[in-house]
């Protein structure tokens, strides 16, 4: 059975949003940064939707046909400024801080560590979120969203990379095709994400 995928739009935002904060209301690293059910309940959808918006500027999002799931990706060419990084006086991580959650410094500081452990010097697809309904999981949406890119990623000799927030989401990427990417990076006092890149497979 085939997974009908599109291109989301500005009008796709608010779905797209509602989708990536309930899909990630109990992801280890949502916790990291919102630690507490009821804070998170009530705060998290504001950095799914300064993510989304970044991409629906910047990148790309792509939506099941459905809704039920989205991935969002940039594409970053070789020797670019890692997403979010930008002149000391106009500082992306700080003014998402502000924007989001001001008196939570791991908003800023999750952009900072992940950017710190971002891969440059080569030009690659980077899925920065996917996120599936919390009924949906388990049916392969995932998987055919992030296939769609990763054959393109084939045809075109693209590597891709991201950051996995789960052990369970890194054995997914694996069987994808993705390998470690140095050593795990360990948030403070919290769960570790796993950096992963995957080369382009060779077809014929």
Known sequence: MGVAIRTAGDGDRELVV????????????????????EYRR???????????DVVLAEGRVDLTEDGSACALWMSVPAGEPEHGEEQPDDDGFARMRRAVDPDNERVELIGRLTADIHPSGRAHEYLWMI?????RQGEGLGTAL????LDRCDREG????????????ALLYRRLGFEASGEPLALP??????????EPRTTG
Do not use: C, K, N
Request: net charge negative; proline share 8%; glycine share 10%.
């Open 18 to 37: 509602r989708l990536l904060d309930e899909a990630f209301q109990d992801d280890p690293v949502s916790g990291w940064v919102f630690p507490g059910e």
């Open 131 to 135: 996120g599936v309904a919390p009924g």
């Open 158 to 169: 693209l590597a891709a990379y991201l950051e996995a927030s789960s052990e369970r989401s």
């Open 42 to 52: 009530t705060t998290h959808h504001r950095l799914m939707a300064a993510f989304t």
């Open 189 to 198: 006092d919290g769960p570790y994400m796993w950096p992963m890149w995957r």
């Open 146 to 149: 992030i296939g769609s890119v």
